[in-house]
């Protein structure tokens, strides 16, 4: 068996902090310990995928998915999940019901979705940065709404060219 001084250190994938080789879990990030590797053995760097997965907070990704924000577009969708990553909040855009655009297209508004757990957390991060309530969500239209508007506003045009009419004659 090896002595104490030959084991080698275990370190946090998350936050990089080291422990000793009786630990078992970071307090911090509550994520499962790993060897140290000696400096000539590093692995290759992680990818940016990789990286962004290491930042979430496991304790904020459990439960039923919850609407906290909406963007006018994908791309404000993604700049929303960035701040919501920054500090440990995994999240996910939707696209608002309502809207037919087609998928590839990054046009149309989103939904920005966490897990129940990470609600707060996410609330109070969009409060601080100011973007809940930038803008109101948009209701959806309800096409018989819709039609009867275009039918009243199609009988006021017919009755003001028919007064007009009558008028000339």
């Given amino acids: 068996m090896p002595s104490k001084a030959h084991q080698p250190a275990l370190i946090c994938p998350g936050c990089g902090s080291r422990f000793a080789a009786d630990e078992r879990f970071c307090p911090d990030c509550r994520l499962p310990l790993v060897f140290d590797e000696p400096e000539g053995e590093r692995a290759q760097p992680v990818s940016e995928r990789h990286d962004w997965a290491r930042k979430v ?16 577009n994908q791309t404000e969708g993604e700049f929303i999940q960035g701040l919501l990553l920054e500090e440990g909040v995994p999240s996910m855009l939707r696209r608002s019901a309502g809207f037919d655009v087609p998928d590839f297209l990054a046009a149309g508004p989103r939904d920005v979705m966490v897990p129940m757990s990470g609600v707060d957390a996410a609330r109070e991060i969009l409060l601080q940065t100011e973007t809940i309530g930038a803008a109101p969500s948009p209701r959806p239209v309800r096409p018989g709404r819709l039609l009867a508007g275009l039918l009243l506003a199609l009988a006021l ?7 007009i009419s009558l008028a000339v004659h």
């Fill in 157 to 163: 045009g017919a009755l003001v060219v028919w007064l």
């Fill in 57 to 72: 907070k496991p304790q904020l990704s459990e439960g039923e998915l919850v609407k906290v924000a909406w963007a006018r």
